[in-house]
């Protein structure tokens, strides 16, 4: 059976996050919905945090660690605090702020690149200790085919755009339930 999500686990997710980013930037203990079961499976996530339509943050893992619920918690306040490629969130951008959780099915190796379903499917891509990772959403987001997909997700690891093509490249593919405030909260 395949892992899924109530819209009301979607809820509570998004106000865990939102309360854990508050507690962080407040330093006042968060008021916390109550997990469901399911939301205790282990389970990868990310949290993306945008600003006016625009990427204010984004992290998470793809390996499930911990559960879903605990994930998504602290992936708030890394995304919201720990992003390199942002300052730490002020106190002042908190209510412009808009939450979307990735939660993650298990990383499927593949051979052949015809198994990747653009829109479906994130990538990670390995070549020796390099990796990058790009959520199924944003291929759908830049318009992207597959091939520009793969080349994309070789520069995030630092990589040529072409090494997908190379024996030696490891390709895994994951799909997510993607959810934001914007459909589930306002």
């Known amino acids: 059976m395949e892992f899924s999500l109530s819209d009301e686990e979607k809820r509570i997710l998004l106000r865990v996050a939102r ?4 507690e962080h930037l407040t330093g006042t203990k968060g008021n916390y919905p109550e997990p469901t079961d399911n939301l ?3 389970c990868g996530a990310f949290v993306t945090l945008h600003k006016h339509g625009n990427l204010r943050g984004c992290i998470g893992y793809v390996i499930p660690i911990k559960p ?3 994930t998504v918690k602290e992936m708030a306040v890394s995304s919201a605090f720990q992003d390199p490629r942002f300052p730490p969130l002020r106190r002042e951008e908190f209510e412009s702020i808009e939450i979307e ?3 993650l099915s298990p990383l499927r190796k593949i ?3 015809n198994e990747i379903k653009v ?3 994130g990538i990670l891509i390995k070549k020796g200790y390099k990796s990058g990772l790009l959520l199924p959403q944003v291929a759908t987001e830049q318009g992207w085919d597959l091939e520009t997909f793969l080349t994309n997700t070789c520069y995030k690891a630092g990589l040529h755009g072409n090494c997908w093509k190379e024996s030696d490249t490891e390709i895994e593919i994951f799909s997510a339930i993607v959810f934001s ?3 589930l909260l306002k």
């Open 181 to 183: 405030e914007r459909e």
């Open 101 to 103: 959780i990735s939660a």
């Open 68 to 70: 879903l619920y605990e």
């Open 40 to 42: 205790m499976t282990k």
């Open 111 to 113: 051979t052949n690149i």
């Open 19 to 22: 309360e854990s980013i508050k």
């Open 119 to 121: 829109g479906t499917h």
